[in-house]
């Protein structure tokens, strides 16, 4: 018996061929859109803060693999590292021993920025400033100086300013709190980029973390806002992540990218290699989809609320 729609020879349907076949057909189309794209660079340096105050939504794999997405379409890109367990300086491959000078001298000890910048293995303009164990005692250290909220905005500040050849990104990768390392964050920035995990009790927590941002925003920095949310871990075989996919859109339809980032195992296995999923397997789709995510970021551009300098 004939099939309709059906090779009679390989059994393989005529509307595209095998899932797999498919699948393959889709990631060689984006590879090949990816290759052709000229990303705009901004005007002024962006500096954007990821944060979520619930862990284990992808903060930190977030900021390095769209660093490294955007150095790789030769933009210049700084990522600081604010988490005292110090993933993203192991991810970009830079020194963070507890004798290594790092962003915990910068806040504590007024330590200038361009003394504890190292250059990533990963891309020639992307650089990091490290984590190291010390900035886990931080959080204490602060609450006794002299403008405790300020300390990183007046260092990059000054940094950013020194600079001939200003980063036209510098990406803030925050401890999964709302403690004083949390604000500096804020207070440095001028946009925040929130990742959520496309699972149960995405949202929850969220608003907390708005009105923190609404207060930041109010008495220590007016130029912050929100700028961009990504959806994270989206897994398309589940209609809980496609629900929690659209309460988020619904919620923010301005803020949210069109790309979601799958779970992805190469995404996962990069850190452990001390690279980003951009470097550790370039055309995989979790590497394809941060590609994507890093190209809508550049083309959005810097919100017109103030001053992105």
């Known amino acids: 018996m004939k099939h309709p729609g059906v090779d009679q020879h390989s059994g393989t349907a005529l509307d595209g061929g ?3 076949a498919r699948e393959i057909a889709e990631l060689t189309r984006r590879r090949q859109a990816i290759a052709a794209d000229q990303l705009p660079k901004p005007d002024k340096t962006r500096v954007l803060t990821i944060s979520n105050q ?38 970009l491959g830079v020194e963070h021993r507890a004798e290594t000078a790092s962003v915990y001298d910068v806040i504590v000890s007024d330590v200038p920025l361009a003394d504890v910048v190292q250059k990533s293995p990963e891309f020639g303009s992307l650089f990091c400033v490290p984590a190291t164990i010390h900035l ?30 200003p980063y036209h990104y510098v990406f803030i990768d925050c401890p999964p ?33 708005l009105k923190s941002i609404e207060l930041i925003e109010k008495h220590l920095n007016p130029d912050l806002t929100v700028s961009t949310i990504l959806l ?61 995510a890093a190209a809508e970021i550049a083309r959005r551009g810097a919100p017109q609320t103030g001053d992105t300098q």
């Open 232 to 292: 994270t871990m989206y897994d398309s075989r589940t209609n809980l992540a496609n629900q929690v996919a659209q309460d988020v859109r619904d919620h923010f339809p301005d803020q949210v990218l069109e790309t979601l980032i799958p779970r992805s195992v190469r995404v996962s296995e990069a850190p452990s290699y001390g690279q980003s999923v951009i470097s550790y397997d370039l055309n995989s789709a979790g590497s394809l989809s941060y590609l994507e």
């Open 177 to 209: 709190s709302l403690g004083l390392l949390t604000i500096n964050a804020f207070v440095a920035a001028r946009e925040v980029l929130i990742p959520i995990q496309c699972e149960y009790y995405a949202l929850e927590g969220l608003s907390q973390l």
């Open 136 to 165: 886990a005692g931080a959080e204490i250290e602060l609450v006794s100086l002299v403008a405790r909220e300020q300390r990183l905005r007046r260092a990059l500040d000054l940094y950013l300013a020194e600079m001939d050849e």
């Open 18 to 20: 095998t899932p797999l």
């Open 54 to 91: 619930k862990g284990g939504v992808g903060k930190t794999t977030t900021a390095v693999n769209l660093a490294a997405a955007l150095a790789r379409q030769g933009a210049k890109v700084l990522v600081i590292d604010l988490d005292p367990q110090g993933n993203a300086s192991t991810a």
